[in-house]
């Protein structure tokens, strides 16, 4: 059984730092090397936006509110895919979700972050 499990939220300073991990379990390491995989948050309130996205090369794409500030990027051996958050915002509170391509109903249950002003 594929879990994802998000770690690494918290309350941080407007200005501040995260850096968010997701692990997946349970998955063949071919089939998470060959799909992208995608950072996710929703607000209360709001519908959940993608965010981040690391294609199976690497390559990565942004929505324009992080571009800059925010960084994904995944180890294979680990099965695992990270989101470096740098100057963080009171708009970037939210429940954090990773999603992996493959396993498209699959989601974990997100971490939270918190940004004061």
């Known amino acids: 059984q594929v879990r994802l499990v998000e770690s690494g939220g918290g309350s941080v300073e407007a200005g501040g730092s995260l850096r968010l991990s997701c692990k997946i379990s349970g998955i063949i390491l071919s089939v998470f090397t060959g799909h992208a995989m995608d950072w996710y948050r929703q607000a209360p309130g709001k519908q959940r936006e993608l965010v981040a996205t690391?294609?199976?090369?690497?390559?990565?794409n942004y929505a324009d509110s992080v571009k800059g500030r925010f960084t994904i990027s995944r180890d294979n051996v680990k099965r695992t895919v990270y989101l470096q958050m740098n100057a963080l915002k009171p708009e970037d509170t939210a429940l954090y979700y990773c999603?992996?391509?493959?396993?498209?109903?699959?989601w974990g249950q997100g971490t939270q972050v918190t940004v004061s002003s």
């Open positions: 999603h992996h391509r493959y396993y498209r109903d699959v």
């Open positions: 690391i294609e199976s090369n690497r390559d990565t």
